[in-house]
């Protein structure tokens, strides 16, 4: 399966400190994803990564992508407790098929 | 733009009824995808559509689900009779061939079936 698989499956930090998820996929894929969920609705868009590139930023958050090691990480940058919510990687390596992990649930404490 | 618009929200039925999801894509939006997400599976694709026309649906759970698009403004889940192990949230997304910004979700349906 590319089912991406994200790492840690929860974190909780502090507001102003980083916060560093990790994605792992098994197949090669074409580009990655990453979205963002808060409690009870949809998932929204984060940022798109393909597969030649190795790094892109948007505001506070950072994305890299490694294909040789078929993984890739989501930095939060001075985090807020707005940013709580759980975060998924999905990978797709034709098209638009992309498939979610099962997510990390981000905590960010006041 | 109003975004992908689903309804109902909610929705509470018994057991054997036939249940009916409704989602409106962006428009301009040629991809459009039914996911489903439950604690135990996290999020699953149901069933994808491009211009209207199914691409995918092995993720269909089984015959009790059916899903059309008819125009490409309008598209239905459909899941008759409903069981218990149903209850879900059901999201709907739309997207650009492209790629471009991603998918678009909706606020999703919380389907319970009792």
């Keep these: 399966s590319q089912q991406g698989e994200e790492d840690p499956q929860a974190l909780s930090i502090q507001e102003g400190e980083n916060a560093t998820m990790n994605c792992s996929y098994k197949t090669s894929i074409n580009n990655l994803q990453w979205y963002r969920q808060n409690s009870g609705r949809g998932l929204v868009h984060l940022i798109l990564i393909r597969s030649n590139e190795r790094e892109k930023h948007s505001g ?3 994305v890299t992508l490694d294909t040789s090691k078929k993984s890739s990480s989501l930095l939060i940058t001075a985090s807020r407790a ?3 919510a759980s975060y998924f990687c999905a990978t797709a390596n034709y098209g638009q098929n992309f498939v979610f992990g ?3 649930r981000l905590s960010v404490l006041p | 733009d109003a975004g992908v618009i689903q309804s109902p929200r909610h929705e509470v039925t018994e057991m054997g009824q036939e249940v009916t999801l409704r989602c409106k894509p962006i428009s301009g939006h040629d991809y459009l995808f039914w996911y489903r997400q439950t604690m135990m599976r996290g999020l699953e694709l149901l069933i994808y559509f491009n211009n209207n026309v199914p691409i ?3 993720g269909m759970p089984e015959d009790r689900f059916s899903a059309k698009m008819p125009n490409a403004s309008f598209s239905t889940l459909k899941i008759q009779p409903s069981e218990p192990r149903d209850s879900a949230v059901y999201f709907c997304a739309s997207s650009r061939s492209s790629g471009v910004g991603g998918y678009t979700f909706g606020s999703g349906t919380r389907l319970t079936v009792v």
Excluded: V
């Design chain 2, 56 to 58: 995918d649906d092995s």
């Design chain 1, 82 to 84: 707005a940013d709580t």
């Design chain 1, 102 to 104: 099962p997510g990390t």
């Design chain 1, 60 to 62: 506070r958050l950072r």
